[in-house]
Nanobody, 114 residues
Framework: QVQLVESGGGLVQAGESLRLSCTAS????????MGWYRQATGKQRELVAL??????DYAESVKGRFTISRDNAGNTVQLQMNSLKPEDTAVYYC?????????WGQGTQVTVSS
């Protein structure tokens, strides 16, 4: 059984930074894709950033501001968010895709005030 636990959300002012972290429990191969999605009130969930074994991908809206990384064991992923904007306000969800199965964390709220 794989479980994802997120931490690091909070309330910040525009221009400030936050770091989200997600740890996946359970035994699984490092050959997987982990990432972060977000869902703002009244909007659909959208991709923020993904990281595979050698590649990363970002939504256009966060390129240059957010950085995704993972540890060598492959079960912890972090999202460094700089220069935050009010439009980054959302619930952020950690995601793991493993052997065709999608796993989600419980979500962590990020609120950016103007």
């Amino acid at each position: 059984q794989v479980q994802l636990v997120e931490s690091g959300g909070g309330l910040v002012q525009a221009g400030e930074s936050l770091r989200l972290s997600c740890t996946a429990s359970g035994s699984f191969t490092r050959r997987n894709v982990m990432g972060w999605y977000r869902q703002a009130t009244g909007k659909q969930r959208e991709l923020v950033a993904l990281i595979g074994t050698e590649t990363t991908d970002y939504a256009e809206s966060v390129k240059g501001r957010f950085t995704i990384s993972r540890d060598n064991a492959g079960n912890t992923v972090q999202l460094q968010m700089n220069s935050l904007k009010p439009e980054d306000t959302a619930v952020y969800y950690c995601h793991l895709k493993l052997v065709g199965v999608n796993y989600w964390g419980q979500g962590t709220q990020v609120t950016v005030s103007s």
